[in-house]
């Protein structure tokens, strides 16, 4: 022990000796121990800083505890060992897999870092019989528990594998042996199931706020650079929660405070009567647990709650405004006490119920409330089933759903289509077949729904039905339904899906009108697909009136079955989608074509080379250009292109046809092979204009067709060939005019051949270039691309990417993986991985987008956890690009080593958290 340790150790102690209490105040310590220490110490004038560096001293060797607001406590004389934690990893360290410095028998480290800091001081502190417990970083799990078994050795030469430096080596480095090292049974996942655990969140904060050099940051992610940290006893407490196997180990080994006192957990219930008594004699047994509900709430509250249950159904969603309040209030009080709810269900060991879809804490969440009626109202209302409609918000209008999926990017349109809508309330979408109408209306809808919620919206604001001959105002507003009941015929009121869902706008809005705080509404919208199919007057019955936007909450109709008064909401839009070659817009009924505004979609053939990862910018270039690169699913679909432009110009001046009946874009998205468009067109296309045509073949050809000879019909049978791609290239290459048309052929690309070349081959031939584009598929493809070692070296960056993130397929024939993080953006990925071994960063496109709040200055100070990789540069270049971009780095996978695959992995792994922690804050 140092002479300053000594010193202030024994005037901490004499102080709390004289003043006879455990704790003391910074100030007031200062004052007492100045005499002494400017008697023991008279040539130090700065005597105080030195007392504080002692008192951390202090604190790191678990001799005292800091409290808050410069108050220390001295902790009892220590009678179990301390807990320490080893984060080292085993991947590409044979010394730690076997031999003696192998996992749990050894801990080492070099005396000072690569640039000289002392920062393994750590392994000083421990004592003989304290406890390691070892976190492999390379697989985030803690796997295994050891004891220290000597003492320091100050002259250790290092690992056999040169990992330290040559200055390291020649200084010496540290060196501890271990015994009994034991191997966990159940692995503790350290992300799962402690740091990311929301269980533990509050507990491993305060932990954090009173613990500086532990192995987690205040972001609840791990520390880079600790290597060997003390494991405080409350921490301790959380990994033996976390692992009944830990616990047992740990207690085993003479720690104090571990052993799992809680009763035997419950199996599931049966119902909430059960599940009331167990939790209640539960709670009886566990000392210190009882029912603190009512210490957050007062009687007259939950008089009130009770009675608004008891007027609410919320098995249909029926609440009134102001009852919804009181709903709110009551989910309100269960949000504020989660991490309390959770942590005495597992102390207590209470359970779920059978067939519910509530959690062991939302349980007792509802037994506490229900008893709390029961002792303010002398009855109880509340049960499982209520609670978990409240929590499914069916008192503001929502119904059994989930959050509504966002969609990656905003759709074309999107302004004129609002205006439009908020003006009018409802639009139709309205072009020939192919013009996406349906995908828009789906896609703005989402987008839409998105940025007029106050909150995340839910799937039940969304609904699609589709209109067609049979349609009717049963289905759509109500009918009368007839059951069987001991042999009378009884008759109900069936509600249709234009009535469900107003029902749940007009509980929605009326919630947002009892609020104080918010602003609208939200909306809720209907999609009706082909409603020009439907006999729209039957459909819309009485109801059509309502649609007026002036007339939206303020005018009221009777049914004519039920009798009920009936309204539409302002917070609800319909959005119709109408075929132009199914029936013209003149023949829409008048009454609602004055109540909707139309929006054209007219053919947009331009955007199609825009959907695709190709050679050639346009469809002239994809037929007449002589790369090598074009593939044949790039030729078939630049001559599909031409040869629809000219279809389009002779439709729209064919008799009887018109712009109504032209061929839309969306018939050559998404194809993946040219087998995808030849079936495009065998079976979508023709068949179309030969509908058409009614089955006057002679017409279609001389209108249409002439040029295509019989290689598409068999004019004289009038049948639709089985054509192959050749035919079909050669036929709309004539029938588009084209002029010296390149040949179909397989396109050719340089990729390695495994001997450093880069010798040109054919696409292999795979499920990959049969269209079948997913992330196995990708694996199978560098299967043949590349060498064995570089094949070992991709998938590991694949595998850690599905860890901490998720992977995306390219859509070219040369095969591509984006690797992709929620965390960071999920429309853009970190890096690319491509067939020929390339690894790129992609710094510009994340900066580029809006999807994401990540600045220059965060991916310059973030991407350098990157610099371990062996030639990892990144720097900013003002001349490129329009504002200045990033210099973006690239690697071939095949002049990486392990080290720096690792290096990637980890790097890769802490830029998603930091972005994370980043856009959160």
Known sequence: MSEWRETIRAEVDLYCQQNSTQEFELQSFLEFSRPTIREQFPKNNNWEAAVRGTLQELRDRDEIEFLSNGRYRVRKEKSSPSVWIEKTQVTDRPYKQDGELQLGRAIMAPSRDTGGGKRYEALRDADVGDIVVHYLQDKQTIVGVSTIESELEEDFDGPPTGRWTERQEQEGGYLRWLTNYQELDSPIAIYDDILHNPVFEDRLRQIREEEEKILYSKNLSINQGHYFTRCPSDLVEILAEASSDLADQLADRGVEGVVDQSTEPADSYDGIVSATEDIRSRLEQQTGEQNWLGEQVAETIVADWTEALRRSNLIKGKVTG??????????????????????????????????????????????????????????????????????????????????????????????????????????????????GKTYTARQFARWWLHQHSPQSPTTDQLEVVTFHPSFSYEDFIEGLTAEANDGAVEYRIEEGVFKRICQRAQTAYDYANQQEDTGEAPPYVLIIDEINRGNLAQIFGEVITLLEADKRGNFEIELAHSGESFTIPPNLYVIGTMNTADQSI??????????????????????????????????????????????????????????????????????????????????????????????????????????????????????????????????????????????LYSALCDLAGAENPALLVDAMQAMPDGNGTGAIQRQPDDAWAAGDRTPDTFRERIQSTLDDDSVESMVRVLDAGEEFGFLDAGRGDGASIMLKSDSVDPRVGIIKLSQDGKIDFRWNWLLDVDTNSLTRKFIEDASRVFTDVSGYKHRWDPSMRENGGFVEPRFDVGDLSDQDITALIEGLRSFTERAATFQHD
Request: proline share 4%; with cysteine.
């Open 586 to 727: 003149a023949l829409v009924d008048t009454a609602l074509r004055r109540r909707f505004r139309f929006i054209d979609f007219p053919p947009d053939l331009d955007i199609i080379f825009q959907q695709y990862e190709t050679e050639s910018p346009d469809a002239q270039v994809a037929v007449t250009g002589h790369s090598s690169g074009i593939t044949r699913r790039e030729r078939l679909l630049g001559a599909s292109v031409l040869a629809t432009y000219e279809l389009n110009e002779r439709i729209l001046n064919a008799p009887q046809l018109g712009k109504g009946k032209q061929l839309g874009h969306t018939y050559f998205l998404n194809h993946n092979s040219s087998d995808d468009i030849v079936d495009a067109w065998r079976y979508d296309i023709l068949p179309q204009l030969e509908e058409y045509y009614f089955g006057q073949f002679d017409r279609l050809r001389d209108e249409l067709l002439n040029e295509t000879d019989t290689r598409l019909i068999d004019w004289e049978t009038e049948r639709i060939q089985s054509f192959d791609a050749q035919a």
């Open 322 to 435: 102001a009852d919804a309040v009181k709903c709110d209030q009551i989910i309100q009080l269960y949000e504020d006490n989660t991490n309390r709810l959770a942590e005495q269900a597992a102390t207590i060991g209470s359970a779920t119920i059978q067939k519910s879809n509530l959690s062991a804490d939302q349980v007792l969440f509802t037994v506490l409330l229900r008893d709390l009626q029961e002792e303010i109202v002398g009855t109880s209302n509340m049960n499982h089933v209520k609670f978990d409609k409240l929590l499914k918000a069916v008192h503001r209008g929502a119904q059994e759903s989930e959050e509504l999926p966002s969609v990656a990017e905003q759709p074309a349109n999107t302004e004129t289509i609002t205006r439009q809508l908020q003006r009018a309330k409802q639009v139709v979408f309205y072009g020939p077949p192919g013009t």
